[in-house]
């Protein structure tokens, strides 16, 4: 989950800034058509799509798993070669929320008499995007990594169960169906928990991105 998060992120500040810049091409409306087919699609849907593929037709990947259970000693390399599915799938499904959120930000942003103001200055294009108009734009980001910073940790049950990769969200499952309330209990407290500090590290990042925000005024 934190990694496909984080590449999600990255993609997505790239993708949207692109399609908000060059707003209505061909490249814009081909890009939305596949965010609006990767967001509509199921995870487990997609996972399987991806097995199919990638592990039964192609062979490159393995269908599941944490590591090879027939090698004695897995290694970093091993366990990031069982990752790359369950991480692929999380990220194209999440990717495609995320990049909706930046591009409408960064086409407001664009629009601002800052940015107007900035290029008669005579900045360069790169220097406006960069230095105004990302920096300004990247904070509903900051907003969706702090809600979705809980479920980091809570991880994806329907990945999960595809991938035979073990996680909260898989323990949380079989949890409910064995009655272990302490478990239970235990797992929604941590969320909980969870949630307050994602709301923290929000604001930290807020301060950190925008000068204009300071915890003086939080």
Avoid: C
């Amino acid at each position: 989950m934190l990694i496909s998060t984080i590449f999600a992120q990255l993609f997505a500040m790239a993708i949207g800034t692109i399609q908000a810049y060059f707003e209505n091409s061909i490249a814009d409306h081909i890009v939305s058509v596949l965010n609006y087919f990767f967001y509509s699609m199921p995870s487990f849907w997609l996972g399987i799509l991806l097995v199919i593929f990638f592990a039964i037709e192609l062979h490159w990947f393995p269908s599941g798993g944490v590591v090879n259970p027939q090698d004695p000693n897995p290694g970093f390399a091993d366990w990031l070669h069982h990752l790359v599915l369950p991480a692929a799938t999380l990220t194209l499904i999440t990717l495609a929320g995320y990049s909706r959120y930046m591009r409408s930000s960064v086409r407001e942003t664009l629009l601002l008499d800052y940015v107007r103001t900035a290029r008669a200055k005579g900045l360069r294009e790169s220097q406006v995007m960069f230095r105004h108009v990302l920096r300004n734009s990247i904070l509903p980001q900051i907003t969706l990594f702090g809600l979705s910073f809980p479920g980091l940790f809570a991880g994806a049950l329907f990945i999960e169960e595809i991938f035979n990769y073990p996680g909260m969200g898989l323990l949380y499952w079989n949890a409910t169906g064995t009655l272990d309330y302490p478990v239970l209990l235990g797992v929604t407290m941590f969320l909980g928990v969870l949630t307050i500090v994602g709301n923290l590290l929000a604001d930290i990042l807020y301060s950190l991105v925008d000068p204009r925000i300071s915890f003086d005024n939080m």
